[in-house]
C-alpha cells in the first residue's frame, strides 16, 4: 500500500496566504493565569479567519509566540478594528511595546493535547507525556478549561504512584531548581487544612539555631485565612530576591521567605488556579505539588505533617497512611529522605487565627510567655525533634530534648530576631499586637465540654473576617476541645478592620458558630503516630 | 450531646454591613456562557471585600441576582471605581438599563457544589441532584471551571445508566417542552461526525409528504463543517419565531428549522461550550444531549442514527451495541418510542461539504438529477422508511418502497419546496450553486484504488477553508471509497472566499490530505445492520 501523496495547484486568485497583522494594546484585565485576547467583532481579521468567542488564536511578534483564548469585543475604546487586545499577563510574556506589531492565526491545539485526551479516555500516560503537558502548562498553553479537563481527569486515583512520580518530576524540571552546595538541607512541610498551625516559624529558627541548613520557602494562603507567608510577613519582609535569600541563608542558616519569586514548579502555581475554586486536592496532585516544590528548593531532607480528624483534610488512619506511602514511594525514586508524622488534626492549633493573631502566638511561644498556646508549643518541639534527627550526630530519641532547650534557652527567640533582621524588620509589637478595630464575641449557650470545633468553618470564618488580606483580621478562640465551658462564656472572637467584613462573619457564625458542646466523652478520639 | 446555641453581641463600631452599591455598566465584551463582572482594581468595595481575581460575586438589583466570575481591571475606561461591569450576556439577565445600582458580594457557592463535589469524589448522583446541577447550569451560575470539572467527572463510564437517565430527565425539565397534541410524532437524529450526511434534508421531505407529523428541529454545526440549521438556511430561513414555527409545521406537517429559539434543552448549550474545545463526547452525555432535545421538541418516535468508521465517532461494532442499549434504556424510561440504525460511516455521504456543497446534493438528489450522490439518496430512502413504519398503517418492510416512490414521483419535492417558500425562501440557484471564488485542488500521486477517506481530516480541511461561516467555502469530493484513480486524478476541490482561509486549507492538506490510495483489498469492512 502506498501512501498517497498529493500536488496543491491553485486555480484561483489571492492564493498569497499572508499572515494577518495587528495592531498590539495592552488590555488592563486581570484574567489570573489564563492569557485572553480581545478582538472587534468588525475587525476585518476576526471576520476573514472565522474565529469564534473561546477558540484560541496564536500571536506572534518577535520571535515571540503565545497562545491564548478569543473573547470577541463590541466597543472601540477597549480594542478597535486593526487592533489586537491582550491581559495583562499575556501582554508581559511577548514583552514588547504596546502599538507593535503582532500575527494572528488560529492556534493548532497545544502539543500535548493529545495526552491529555488519552488521560480523559482513562489511558495510563507516560513520562513525557507528563513533560509535554506540564510544559504546556507552565507556558499558558492549556486555556482554563484544559487545565480544569486535566486537573479533573488526574483526580482521585487517576494517577497510579508510576504517573505521580512522572508528573513530579516534570514539574521539577520545568522551573528553577536550588542548589545549596551542602548536603544536609532540612525542611518541614504541612499538608494543610488546620488553621492556627504555624510551626514552621517555630521549626525553623530550632533547627537554624542548631546549625542545620533550613532554608523554608513557604506559599501563601490559598484558601485558608493564613499561610506562612502571610503570617512571617506580619514580622518581616517575604517577598526577597533570590540572590538576597541564598545570602540569608548563608549567613543565618536559615530564612522564612515566600517561595514565589524563585520560579520553583511554576506549573504548580497555574494548577492551583483552577484546583483551588474547586477545592479539589486528590493525594496525587498534593504529593506532586507538595514533593516538586520541596526538591526544586533543594532540599535532602522532609519532615511531612499530615493531620487526622474530623474536619482535617484527612478523615481516618487507614487513608493517612495510603497518602504517607505515596509521599515515600514518590520521594524515595526523586532521592529526598523523607519523614512522615502523622499528627492530632481535630481541632486550630494555638488560640489565634489570622496573620496578626498567628504572629502573636509564634512570639508568645518562642519568649516563654506564660500565655503561650501549649499545643502549638508542643506541636513545634516534635517536628523540630524530628529534624534533628537528620543530623547524624544527633542520637534518634534526642531531637526533642534538644529542641526544648534551644526554645527554652532563648537561643531560637535570638534566631528568629536575626532572621527579622536579615529579611527586613516591619517593627511588630509583641507586647500590644494590634488587632482589626471591630469586633463580637461568640458565647456558649449551656453548659458542658467543648466536643467538636470545626476546622473549615473556623477557618472560613476569619476569611470572611478580611484574613489573609486584611492581616488584623481573624478568630481568637477562648476554648479549645475538653475545655469545660459555662452558659454565656465566650467561645472565641471575631476581629475585622471593615464593616462589610464583620457583617459577612457575621452571618457565617449565625449560619454554624463551627463549636459543639457536649459531654467529655463525646470528644473524637485522637489518633497520633509521634 | 446539645447542639451549641450561640449569640453575637457587637462590641465595636460601625456593625451595619450595608451591602455595597455600584453603577452597572455593560462591557461590551463577548465571554460567550460565561458570566464576567469587571471591578476596578481601585474601588472601594473591591479592596474592602477582599475579592480575588476569579472569585465569584453575586450581583443583585431589582430583585434578580446573578452569579459571575470577578476580573480585575487596572483601567477606569472600560470600569471606573464606584462601577461594576459586566460582560454582555451577564448584563441582558440583569434586564436592566446603564447605570442602574446594583449590589454585589461574595457569591455563596452555588446550590449544587456538593452534589457536584460528590461527583467529583467518584460517587452515584441521584434525580434531585442533577435537577440542581442543571438547574444551576441553565442559570449561569457556574463558571467554566465549574462546568468543565462536571463535564469531565460525567465522562466515560462515570455516569451508570440510570445517571443518565436522571441527567436527561433533568435536561428536559429546565427548559421548555412542545406539545403538538397528535399522538405520533417522528423524528431522526445521527450522532454525527460523518460529512456531508444531510439525510434529514431529504427525509422530513418524504415523511411529511406521506402525511406524518415531523417538526424538524436542528443544530448548527459545532465542531462538523456544517449542521442541518446551516445547510438549509442556504435555501431558506431557519431562525424562526415558536408560533411561526408551529404554524408551518401544522400546515405542512413538517418543518427544518434552527432549534435554538424553542429554548429546548438549555443547559445542554451550555454545556457544549466547554465539549467542544475539548472534543469530549462521552455516551452519557450525548445519549443525555440528544434523548433531552428530541423529548423537548415533542417527538413521539424516534429514529437513530448510529454511523461506524475507522474514523467516525463508533469505531467497532461491539462499542456501537453499548451506546444503542444505552440509548435504547433511557429511551424506554422516558417514554420515546426509539429505532436505533447502524449504518455505514466509513468515509462522508455525498460530494459536497459545507452548507453550499451540501445543499447542491440535496436538491440533486430531490429533482432526480443524474449528478445526484447515490450514497445520500440510498441512505436517505431507509431512514425514510423506517419512519414510514411507526405509520400503523405501512407494514413492516414497505417503508423503502413508499419513501422511494414519494421521492422519485417528485412529491418530496414537492413538499421541499413548500417549507422553503413557507419559512422564507432565500433564493438559492440550483442549477448554479455560487462556490467559493478561490480554490485549490488535491490531485493522486499515483495509481490505485481510494483505500481511505478521513471523516475528521476532511471536515477539518472544510472548516479551515471557511465552512461553515462562509457559507459558499468546504470541500468538493471527485472520488470515493473504492474508486480506481490515475496519477494527477483530482481526489477533492477545496473552495474558499477570502485568502486566509485559502491558505489555512491548503496548510492542512499539506499537512495530510485525509486520502489513502492503496489496493482494492485495503478498502474497510462495512458493519451495515440496515
Known amino acids: 500500500m502506498n501512501e498517497v501523496e498529493t500536488t496543491t495547484s491553485a486555480i484561483g486568485p489571492g492564493t498569497g496566504g499572508e499572515p494577518s497583522r495587528l495592531a498590539l494594546r495592552r488590555v488592563l484585565i486581570?484574567?489570573?493565569?489564563?492569557?485572553?485576547?480581545?478582538?472587534?467583532?468588525?475587525?476585518?481579521?476576526?471576520?476573514?479567519?472565522?474565529?469564534?468567542?473561546?477558540?484560541?488564536?496564536?500571536?506572534?511578534?518577535?520571535g515571540h509566540s503565545i497562545l491564548a483564548t478569543l473573547n470577541v469585543v463590541d466597543d472601540a475604546s477597549i480594542v478597535?478594528?486593526?487592533e489586537l487586545g491582550l491581559s495583562k499577563a499575556a501582554f508581559e510574556q511577548l514583552a514588547v511595546l504596546n502599538g507593535h506589531t503582532v500575527t494572528v492565526a488560529q492556534a493548532e491545539p497545544p502539543e500535548s493535547i493529545g495526552a491529555l485526551h488519552r488521560k480523559l479516555a482513562g489511558e495510563r500516560l507516560g513520562l513525557d507525556d507528563f513533560r509535554a503537558i506540564v510544559r504546556d502548562i507552565t507556558e499558558h498553553h492549556y486555556s482554563k478549561i484544559e487545565l480544569t479537563a486535566f486537573v479533573v481527569a488526574a483526580n482521585r486515583d487517576e494517577l497510579d504512584r508510576e504517573e505521580v512520580l512522572f508528573l513530579t518530576e516534570a514539574m521539577v524540571e520545568a522551573g528553577h531548581r536550588l542548589d545549596w552546595q551542602e548536603p544536609l538541607v532540612v525542611d518541614k512541610h504541612c499538608i494543610g487544612g488546620i488553621p492556627g498551625n504555624r510551626t514552621s516559624m517555630l521549626v525553623v529558627p530550632i533547627v537554624a539555631a542548631h546549625g542545620m541548613l533550613c532554608p523554608k520557602t513557604s506559599s501563601r494562603a490559598i484558601t485558608s485565612p493564613a499561610g506562612t507567608a502571610d503570617t512571617m510577613e506580619v514580622l518581616a519582609e517575604v517577598e526577597l530576591p533570590v540572590e538576597q535569600l541564598q545570602q540569608i541563608v548563608h549567613q543565618h542558616r536559615g530564612c522564612l521567605a515566600w517561595g514565589g519569586t524563585a520560579n520553583l514548579s511554576p506549573a504548580d502555581d497555574v494548577l492551583i488556579s483552577v484546583e483551588r475554586p474547586l477545592a479539589l486536592d486528590s493525594p496525587g496532585q498534593m504529593v506532586a505539588s507538595i514533593l516538586s516544590k520541596k526538591i526544586a528548593a533543594g532540599s535532602s531532607h522532609l519532615v511531612l505533617d499530615i493531620p487526622i480528624g474530623p474536619t482535617a483534610k484527612v478523615r481516618s488512619m487507614p487513608e493517612a497512611q495510603r497518602l504517607r506511602r505515596l509521599f515515600e514511594y514518590v520521594a524515595r525514586r526523586m532521592k529526598l529522605s523523607l519523614d512522615v508524622v502523622i499528627t492530632d488534626g481535630r481541632q486550630p492549633i494555638g488560640f489565634g487565627i489570622g496573620p496578626v493573631l498567628e504572629a502573636r502566638d509564634v512570639m508568645r511561644v518562642l519568649q516563654n510567655d506564660p500565655r503561650a498556646p501549649m499545643d502549638l508549643r508542643q506541636k513545634a518541639l516534635r517536628l523540630a525533634g524530628r529534624m534533628l534527627e537528620a543530623d547524624p550526630d544527633v542520637r534518634g530519641g534526642d531531637g526533642f530534648a534538644i529542641a526544648r532547650d534551644i526554645l527554652d534557652s532563648g537561643r531560637a527567640l535570638k534566631k528568629m530576631n536575626d532572621l527579622i533582621e536579615a529579611q527586613g524588620?516591619?517593627?511588630?509589637?509583641?507586647?500590644?499586637?494590634?488587632?482589626?478595630?471591630?469586633?463580637?464575641?461568640?458565647?456558649?449557650h449551656g453548659t458542658g465540654v467543648v466536643s467538636g470545633i470545626d476546622n473549615l468553618q473556623l477557618a472560613r470564618i476569619a476569611r470572611f473576617a478580611g484574613a489573609p488580606k486584611v492581616k488584623e483580621a481573624g478568630v481568637d478562640?477562648?476554648?479549645?476541645?475538653?475545655?469545660?465551658?459555662?452558659?454565656?462564656?465566650?467561645?472565641?472572637?471575631?476581629?475585622?478592620?471593615?464593616?462589610?467584613?464583620?457583617?459577612?462573619?457575621?452571618?457565617?457564625?449565625?449560619?454554624?458558630?463551627?463549636?459543639?458542646?457536649?459531654?467529655?466523652?463525646?470528644?473524637?478520639?485522637?489518633?497520633?503516630?509521634?
Do not use: W
Not at 474565529?51 to 488564536?57: D, G, H, Q
Not at 509583641?430 to 461568640?442: D, K
Open 30 to 62: 486581570d484574567t489570573y493565569h489564563e492569557n485572553v485576547a480581545y478582538m472587534h467583532r468588525d475587525c476585518e481579521v476576526y471576520r476573514a479567519e472565522g474565529f469564534k468567542a473561546l477558540s484560541k488564536v496564536e500571536v506572534r511578534t518577535n
Open 425 to 444: 524588620s516591619r517593627h511588630f509589637d509583641h507586647g500590644h499586637p494590634q488587632l482589626g478595630r471591630l469586633s463580637f464575641e461568640i458565647r456558649a
Open 477 to 530: 478562640l477562648c476554648a479549645k476541645l475538653g475545655d469545660e465551658v459555662q452558659d454565656g462564656d465566650v467561645l472565641y472572637r471575631v476581629h475585622a478592620s471593615y464593616p462589610a467584613d464583620l457583617e459577612f462573619a457575621r452571618q457565617a457564625c449565625a449560619r454554624s458558630s463551627g463549636y459543639r458542646i457536649g459531654r467529655a466523652e463525646d470528644v473524637p478520639h485522637v489518633f497520633v503516630e509521634f
Open 80 to 82: 478597535a478594528c486593526g
